[in-house]
């Protein structure tokens, strides 16, 4: 898969130029550099991969599967100021679901500015969707088949709102943690339960005990929002806080577990 990726990458490049829909990103560049700096220096598992979206060059990591061919393919997401290779969620994830066989491109997502108002909150939504369209693309042409999305906390926003808004064909599945039904400064248009309600593709919502007041409160509201998905499961993490601290390995087993039934859905399907 990595053997074309140069050519892949020169393709990719203009492709991604073309078709941005404004000409400058509004996330904070300089931290995103600073992450990326940090992350390209001390990654050991994984390489760097540099794509563009919104006329922007951001940070990806991609991880291989530790067997081929891979199982299956993942995007991961992290959550509002984190980077890619982030040590509590996504690169537990990142890194265990290597082990059982599963790629990874893990997103340095747009980062909000100090005082982001809501316009610019959605205009950084809308970016984050660029970037996850980028992935995929990039993706593609490597060889994948069907993506499934991963994202922890307020990076489950850019996760509902691209599978919503786009109804994109190569997605599998989703997969959001610790993500509250109603993030105050998320603008209607892109606010999870409105998402939700929009979406068909299966859905898996994990959230701790322990998880924060939002993410607790608006659990049955999510559930009830989910009416479209072809299958909503709900688990609840006991001991686990909104970082999944120390409940890694239940979080990683509930996660394979899901990718794992939800390819045997999809090729039980196809032989019908």
Not at 130 to 153: C, E, F, N, P
Not at 250 to 266: F, I, N, P
């Amino acid at each position: 898969m990595r053997k074309n990726f140069l050519l892949a990458f020169a393709v990719l490049l203009p492709f991604q130029f073309i078709t941005s829909t404004q000409a400058e990103t509004r996330s904070d560049t300089a931290k995103e550099q600073r992450w990326s700096e940090q992350i390209v220096d001390q990654l050991i598992d994984g390489e760097d991969v540099w794509l563009n979206a919104h006329g922007h060059r951001f940070l990806t990591i991609y991880t291989p599967a530790e067997d081929e061919p891979p199982k299956g393919t993942v995007i991961l997401i992290h959550g509002t100021g984190a980077h890619p290779d982030w040590p509590q969620v996504i690169q537990p994830l990142r890194s265990g679901l290597a082990e059982s066989g599963w790629q990874s491109l893990s997103l340095q997502m747009p980062l909000p500015p100090a005082d982001a108002g809501e316009e610019i909150q959605e205009l950084l939504i809308r970016e984050g969707a660029d970037r996850i369209s980028a992935a995929l693309d990039w993706l593609t042409q490597q060889g994948a088949g069907k993506v499934s999305l991963i994202a922890h906390s307020r990076g489950g926003v850019d996760l509902l709102f691209y599978a919503a808004d786009s109804q994109d064909e190569r997605l599998l599945s989703l997969v959001v943690i610790g993500v509250n039904g109603a993030y105050k400064n998320v603008p209607d248009s892109a606010a999870p339960l409105q998402s939700l309600s929009k979406i068909k593709l299966p859905v898996l919502d994990v959230y701790g005990d322990g998880d924060l007041p939002g993410v607790l409160e608006t659990a049955e509201a999510r559930r009830a929002a989910a009416d479209n998905s072809t299958g909503f499961q709900q688990s609840r993490v006991a001991g686990a806080d909104h970082f999944f601290d120390g409940s890694d390995a239940e979080l990683l087993e509930l996660v394979r577990d899901w990718l794992t039934a939800c390819l045997l859905y999809t090729s039980d399907a196809a032989d019908d």
